[in-house]
């Protein structure tokens, strides 16, 4: 009969009971044939415009007499068939080769989704697009067909479809498959865009934030990245880690093939955000063609302990478990100084804390996400270091064998 949405569907349905000499008579003649109620919890208010809309198309309630003339107000069009599709507005559902949302009560927060949604799955607006990349494409907003591969575009499409349709668990799961097949690839700079559509998924569809903060907030990212080190500062004080501050956060990582041509890499991030002009190498040095993860972990923290012109960190993350901490906390209490330490072993990302507790995280934890984000960040480096060097000692044999072939 009628589809609603409202923050306080006790208010609100209250208000058609009370008072009835005030209601309109299509209201009251709505309240006397009511003989059920059915809710649908969703838990932000853009899911719930979605929601709305998409019920208000399948079911064709009689009393939604506002909304039921698609021609009237504006719709989600996209194209389907074409092979970059189109995401448009429109008010007629006429072309039979397009899908259509919709329609949507008030055309300004229809905009602000479009708006909303493009800076997470980027798309093309315009019927006639340009043969060259336009300026939406260089504000990272459309992905233009002649620098972007049509099936990473059709994969974008279907996640924005999904969305569209509400099936927000089905999208962030799609994109945590895709996330953990680039990371294994070693594809850590696609796995972390990856990432951050999640993030940026889990932000507007949060309930304490308010509807379309993602689109008029300009301070998106520092709260996004705030949320995510206070989830992280609550999980350090719940396992008996104590960190005042999480300003400088230095993650390391040990990357070497049987002992051979052995790296190590420090990484820092800063109030969450990585620093790359902070990152550094070593190459080790005191086990030479030894494959010993350990000791080797301990020899770069030593050496990185020496620099006191570099800023200690507030909390020290290394990539493994209680072998790689303990090897950390032999550094620190050589040097006699207490920073936090905490391990993230890749194989089910169990966290390992200073006093080798292990802690299992649900994968939509903000604080796994953080951690997760600057372990891998720190295994790129160091194994983009390990390669390099790898490299140059397979030439260095090269042109010894070319010199001693007769």
């Not at 600057?374 to 064998?401: C, N, P, V, W």
Request: aromatic residues 10%; hydrophobic residues 35%; contains cysteine.
């Amino acid at each position: 009969m009628y589809i609603g949405k409202a923050k306080n569907l006790k208010n609100r349905v209250r208000s058609y009971f009370t008072n009835l000499d005030k209601l309109g008579p299509k209201t009251k003649l709505l309240v006397s044939k009511i003989k059920k109620i059915k809710t649908v919890t969703v838990f932000s208010e853009i899911e719930a415009l979605l929601l709305e809309a998409s019920y208000i198309k399948k079911y064709k309630p009689k009393y939604n007499t506002r909304l039921t003339d698609g021609k009237a107000y504006p719709l989600i069009r996209i194209t389907i068939k074409d092979k970059f599709p189109k995401v448009l507005v429109a008010r007629k559902t006429t072309d039979k080769k397009s899908i259509y949302f919709g329609p949507y009560p008030v055309s300004t927060a229809l905009r602000l989704v479009l708006k909303t949604v493009r800076k997470i799955f980027p798309y093309q607006s315009v019927t006639n697009h340009p043969k060259r990349p336009c300026l939406y494409y260089h504000l990272g907003l459309c992905p233009c067909a002649e620098v972007f591969d049509d099936k990473e575009y059709r994969t974008n499409i279907n996640h924005l479809i999904n969305f569209l349709n509400g099936k927000t668990k089905k999208v962030i799961k799609d994109l945590r498959v895709e996330r953990d097949r680039l990371s294994s690839l070693e594809e850590f700079e696609k796995a972390s865009n990856i990432q951050k559509k999640i993030d940026a998924i889990a932000y507007i569809t949060n309930p304490a934030y308010k509807q379309f903060d993602y689109e008029t907030n300009p301070n998106l990212t520092q709260d996004v990245l705030s949320s995510q080190l206070s989830s992280l500062r609550y999980l350090l004080s719940q396992n008996g880690i104590y960190a005042k501050k999480l300003e400088r956060i230095e993650c390391y990582d040990i990357s070497n093939t049987s002992g051979t041509n052995a790296t190590g890499s420090m990484v820092v991030f800063i109030n969450g955000e990585k620093d790359s002009s902070l990152y550094r190498r070593f190459k080790i040095k005191t086990l030479p063609n030894i494959p010993n993860d350990f000791a080797m972990m301990q020899e770069v923290i030593t050496r990185r302990l020496n620099h006191n012109e570099w800023e200690f960190p507030d909390i020290l993350i290394v990539d493994g478990g209680k072998g790689q901490v303990s090897s950390a906390l032999k550094a620190l209490i050589k040097k006699n100084l207490k920073i936090p330490v905490i391990g993230l072993a890749k194989r089910e990302e169990t966290i390992i804390t200073s006093n080798f507790k292990e802690v299992n995280l649900s994968k939509d934890s903000e604080a796994l996400y953080l951690l997760q984000r600057i372990r891998d960040e720190a295994h790129r480096f160091a194994i983009a270091y390990h390669r390099k060097l790898r490299s140059k000692t397979f030439l260095m044999q090269g042109d010894s064998l070319h010199k001693e072939s007769p």
